[in-house]
């Protein structure tokens, strides 16, 4: 089969590398991919949400199946768009991507349903929004733009004034433009998260491997919010009690209130989850693979992931095998372009890898590279995510620092911590 991922980091370089894996796959496209992607498949110029040019391709390309992997182009229709011309996709339509899409569809949503989450209000004005935090106040309060947000979109204020600030930015300065029009106010949760990234055809459910993110960009979860630094899989918050608790209230009854809804969700569903002292609540919802998550879910993936995706396609995810190494663990650590994620400079060569853009100390994933006059350069805020696949947590981790240290690059910054709050558990 002809198979074209669209997306161009890190998670879709772990799906490309899990699809050439299988039998069924003769020759895999990336649109637009990067540097090292460039190496496993077939990188065309045409960008993740350019929806026309895509649908183009696919019919002028035989394409026979689609990943879509980024939330924008799912939120924005790109499957509607494939579907309508007869591309068999994996990634769900426009109106199940909504689930990510607005916060404010999402929390109404488990509100509906009784899915565990923070309590909240939805604003559409301003006043309104600071008149609330006023008779509240009380801090920590966690401030939401409804739509994408490039990941930024989440405020945890501290005080009065930086939760007033938080909405005028968002509401008033447009700092997220349209994804500002609305926000949800939220309680602040504690206890540790947990990501479960999911397949589900709209009938079934299948979690994959638990993992954990790390998402602050400096030690000890300091700095600020980024997509992610590193992760770890399994999680080991994430026990078989907690897990049955999780697909009894928050897995079936997310996949059966988006079928009431109308809205068949076909796809991965990502549950970021707290485990609070009141057990598992939603945090948020994203519509695909989590990125850094996919980097160490998929490499313990023992199943065929081109049949999974074409049984979540068929609606017969319940007669298709999905397993999952069972004692092995997975770390991932990103290496990042120093100031990120604000901002960092770009074309810097990165030494250390060989001429496939790959190590023998580690998968190499390459996110935010470029391959030019014969060297990859850096090109993003996430250059690389560094995994192992070991016996053990510590093992892997171990394997995946030793990696780190034989890459370099100028102004090169990644976290030294990953994986020790999992290790320390
Ligand atoms: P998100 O962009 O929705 O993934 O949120 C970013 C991060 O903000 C999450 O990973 C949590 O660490 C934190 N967060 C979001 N909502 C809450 C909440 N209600 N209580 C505590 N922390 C939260
Ligand atoms: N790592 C978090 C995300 O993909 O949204």
Redesign the pocket.
């Given at each position: 089969m002809n198979i074209l991922v669209i997306g161009s980091g890190g998670r879709e370089h772990a799906i490309i590398k899990k699809l050439k894996e299988s039998k069924k796959v003769s020759k895999i496209y990336a649109a637009p991919g990067n540097g090292g992607i460039s190496k496993d498949a077939e990188c065309v110029n045409i960008g993740a949400c350019d929806i026309e040019k895509m649908t183009s391709f696919c019919v002028d390309n035989n394409i026979d199946f689609a990943v879509v992997a980024p939330d924008d182009p799912l939120v924005l229709g790109m499957v509607d768009a494939l579907n309508q011309k007869g591309i068999k996709t994996f990634g769900p339509n426009k109106a199940a991507a909504t689930l990510e899409g607005s916060k404010v569809f999402s929390k109404d949503l488990m509100k509906k349903y009784g899915i565990p989450t923070a309590e909240y209000e939805v604003f559409d004005n301003p006043e309104n929004a600071i008149a609330y935090l006023k008779t509240k106040n009380s801090y920590p309060i966690v401030i939401k733009a409804d739509g994408l947000a490039l990941?930024k979109g989440v405020i945890i204020a501290e005080s009065f004034d930086e939760a007033e600030s938080a909405v005028i930015s968002i509401m008033k300065d447009k700092q997220f433009g349209e994804s500002g029009n609305n926000i949800v106010i939220e309680e602040f949760l504690t206890g540790p998260e947990v990501s479960v990234l999911s397949f589900t055809d709209g009938k079934t459910i299948i979690p994959m491997v638990s993992s954990m993110?790390h998402k602050r960009a400096l030690d000890n979860d300091k700095g600020l919010n980024t997509?992610?630094m590193g992760t770890v899989a399994p999680n080991p918050h994430y026990t078989p009690e907690v897990a049955k608790v999780c697909m009894d209230t928050i897995f079936l009854p997310t996949v059966e209130a988006m079928n009431k809804e109308g809205r068949k969700f076909k796809g991965c569903i990502f549950f970021g989850l707290m485990i609070t002292p009141k057990g598992p609540k939603v945090i948020e919802y994203?519509c695909r693979f989590?990125?850094?998550?996919t980097q160490v879910v998929l490499p313990l993936l023992e199943s065929d992931l081109l049949e999974i995706f074409e049984a979540v396609y068929n609606e017969t995810l319940s007669e298709c095998e999905v397993k999952f190494s069972e004692n092995k663990s997975a770390a991932c650590v990103v290496v990042a372009s120093g100031g990120y994620p604000l901002s960092y400079e770009k074309g810097k060569v990165i030494n250390g890898l060989d001429e496939n853009g790959q190590s023998d100390k580690a998968i190499v994933y390459h996110a935010g590279t470029k391959f030019e006059d014969n060297q990859f350069k850096t090109n993003g805020g996430r250059v690389l995510g560094l995994t192992n696949v070991a016996d053990t947590l510590q093992e892997a981790l171990d394997k995946s620092y030793e990696a780190v240290h034989s890459i370099s690059f100028d102004k090169m910054h990644y976290r030294k911590d990953i994986g020790k709050r999992a290790l320390n558990k």
């Open positions: 990941g993110d997509g992610g994203n989590g990125d850094p998550e």
